[in-house]
Structure formats: structure tokens, C-alpha cells
């Protein structure tokens, strides 16, 4: 901690009444974000997630890879691989197309699937935002598939497993296929752990299976309050997503998501909420609307039925997930190694071209996945 920075580990769980473990890491000096979020399904664990989480951005904000400013058609002419800008997520703001021509920083990673040398854009690894560091300002910045293990096998497949639950989002938000799963099916001891916590505190849940082609389980929920009770006020409309090998622990981490977004809002300390979304968290009027909607009725789905992928070691996971990528149609999947393990876990930026996210990011077009 004092080498990266890291000033305090706070226990925000009891400001609110779920009892849901959350921890936050300040980081005072941070380029990015000064307060990183942890969950957990004890306090310890939640400590350490929030600890990893603020290892990670820092790792990620004082990238030293060597990189090369060059545009991608003059890497690309030169016989040097390079992820194509038009396949990865953009500004909001920015042109679909274009960035071709357009010069660029950019650092060397290798490809899972070809094992080749792959160069990506400084901007899609670096969380440095200190006004100067930009150099290709059309492309999104964000932390998608940047993640840390206590190996890179194991960094490598949490960062999989973000970008296919970020990417899946993307793709079940804008379908309209429901798919909403009956929570009365679910048996795994852990979720139902969870599901008590909310039920216990009035708190509504529903959750739907996310899953995209990749195969790998993803899962959605959404929490609120029932709008007509007196202690609604301040906790909103929060919602949780995650990808794992197994449902139940798909499940679980989008239940822990949705309980930490809770107390992000209730803590007011993370500096990226800005106010705006506060007070949509406070907007009465679609806690109602929400609420009506989700109890509508309509089909629900046996969670039983959701595909589980046997567990083995990291590095079996990471081929596995890296193989589901490959049959839905993504040619690439570029990995950055942005910091070891001495001190600190490893830290990996895991980037896949053509893969959505996160929600509301925009991205060029690109070939259609199945």
C-alpha cells in the first residue's frame, strides 16, 4: 500500500442496512480514480478486492512500455500487426471511421489465439488522464478487461471474463430477448445467502441471464426499494452484471456488484459519480417506473438450465474462455502486461477487438458476431 499510494482501506458496509460486504481504497494521488470499490462475501475479501482494484488503475496510470507513434496504416504497411481503431470502442463524440490514417501511441501485446506480437493503441491500456497524456483522444478510455491475479494466468482470466460480461451486456440490452431468470430456482448456497440479504431488507431483486454467444454464463440484475415505502430515499435503482465459469458465481458477482453500486451512491465518496447520476439515484419517478415494470409478469427461466463450463486451473480457464471468444467470431484477443507481480499482483489489459462495451460506449461499425 504505501508504495502505490494507498492511504486508508475503508469498511463502508454498515451506512447501508443490506450487510453486503464493500470496502473502498483511497489513493489520493491517483491519475484516474482516487477511490476504488471492492466486494466480497466477507470483510476480507472485500478488502482485498478494493486494495487490487486501486492496484490495478495505478499500474494502469504509469504505463512504461516502450510504444511507437505511427498511424495504423503506416504499422500496418510496414508488415507490423495492429488492432485496426475502427474495431475498438470510440468517444462518444467521436467519427466512425477514419482513425486509420490518424498517428497514434501505440505499445506492443501478444495475441492469445496466434501467440504473434500485436500493437494496440497507448489509449486503450493507459488510465493516465493528466490533460497531456492524450494522443489519440477519439478512442473510449475505461478500464474494461484490465484486471489483476495473484499470477497472469489468473489476471488474464478475470480480464476475459470482463470484457465477455461487458460485451454480452451490450448485446442483451439493445435485443429483445428477456430471458429473465426465476430466483425461486435458484439452490447455490451463496446466492441464495445474497438473495436473503435483499429480501430480508425489502430490497427487490430481479436478474436475467446475459449470456452471448460466447457461452460463457453472464448474468444481469436489478435492485430498488419498494417506491412506496418511507426508507426508499438515497438507494434508487442500482444493477450488477458479471461473467464467470460457473451461473452461481455469475450470478453471485452480479448480486455483490449491484449491493456495492448501492453503497458507492450512499457514500458519495467515489469521485467519478458525478451529479447528474446522483440524482437519478434520488428520482422517485423511476424507482416507479421500474418497479412497475418489473412486476408485469411474464416468462421466467429455470436457472439450472444456464451452461456451466467445468473448472480446472487458470490457465485451462483462460483457454477455454479465450476458445468461446473464438467461435463467436472474434479473431483477436490482444493481452498488455501492464505491471508483474513484485510488489503487487499482476496486472493485465486484456483488448478484443469488435467487443462491445461497456454499455452506451460507441463502437465502428465492425463485421457482425453471431
Not at 500496418?76 to 475502427?86: K, Y
Not at 449491493?259 to 467515489?270: F, N
Amino acid at each position: 500500500m504505501p508504495s502505490a499510494g494507498v492511504t486508508r482501506l475503508a469498511d463502508v458496509t454498515g451506512l447501508d442496512v443490506l450487510g453486503i460486504p464493500v470496502c473502498l481504497a483511497v489513493r489520493p494521488l491517483a491519475r484516474s480514480l482516487a477511490v476504488s470499490v471492492g466486494k466480497g462475501m466477507d470483510t476480507a475479501s472485500a478488502r482485498t478486492a478494493a486494495l487490487m482494484e486501486s492496484l490495478e488503475v495505478r499500474h494502469a496510470e504509469n504505463i512504461d512500455a516502450a510504444g511507437q507513434v505511427a498511424s495504423f496504416e503506416e504499422l500496418t504497411d510496414n508488415g507490423i500487426p495492429a488492432v485496426d481503431p475502427e474495431t475498438l470502442p470510440l468517444a462518444l463524440d467521436a467519427e466512425p471511421v477514419g482513425h486509420r490514417r490518424r498517428r497514434a501511441t501505440w505499445i506492443p501485446g501478444s495475441d492469445v489465439l496466434s501467440g504473434g506480437q500485436v500493437w494496440v493503441p497507448l489509449e486503450v491500456v493507459s488510465l493516465d488522464f493528466r490533460l497531456d497524456s492524450l494522443t489519440a483522444p477519439w478512442l473510449a478510455r475505461n478500464s474494461n478487461g484490465l484486471a489483476s491475479g495473484n499470477t497472469r494466468p489468473e489476471a488474464m482470466l478475470h480480464a476475459l471474463c470482463e470484457v465477455i460480461e461487458r460485451d454480452a451486456e451490450w448485446r442483451w440490452g439493445t435485443s429483445d430477448d428477456e430471458r429473465r431468470i426465476a430466483l425461486d430456482t435458484v439452490r447455490d448456497p451463496g446466492c441464495r445467502w445474497l438473495l436473503d440479504r435483499f429480501a430480508a431488507r425489502g430490497v427487490y431483486v430481479a436478474a436475467w441471464n446475459s449470456t452471448s454467444a460466447a457461452g460463457l454464463p453472464a448474468v444481469g440484475c436489478v435492485v430498488l426499494p419498494d417506491p412506496d415505502e418511507a426508507e426508499w430515499f438515497g438507494t434508487g435503482v442500482h444493477d450488477g452484471f458479471c461473467c464467470r465459469m460457473e451461473p452461481a458465481a455469475a450470478l453471485a458477482g452480479a448480486l455483490q456488484e449491484a449491493a456495492q453500486k448501492r453503497l458507492t451512491y450512499i457514500s458519495g465518496s467515489r469521485d467519478d459519480v458525478t451529479r447528474e447520476e446522483m440524482a437519478r439515484a434520488h428520482d422517485i419517478g423511476l424507482v416507479r417506473r421500474v418497479w412497475t415494470d418489473l412486476h408485469r409478469g411474464g416468462e421466467r427461466i429455470d436457472f439450472a438450465t444456464l451452461r456451466s463450463y467445468p473448472r480446472g486451473s487458470a490457465g485451462s480457464d483462460v483457454a477455454v474462455a479465450a476458445e468461446a471468444l473464438r467461435r463467436a467470431g472474434f479473431e483477436r484477443i490482444v493481452v498488455v502486461d501492464v505491471g508483474g507481480a513484485d510488489p503487487g499482483p499482476w496486472v493485465v489489459k486484456v483488448v478484443v477487438p469488435g467487443a462491445y462495451g461497456p454499455y452506451g460506449s460507441a463502437l465502428a461499425p465492425v463485421r457482425p458476431v453471431a
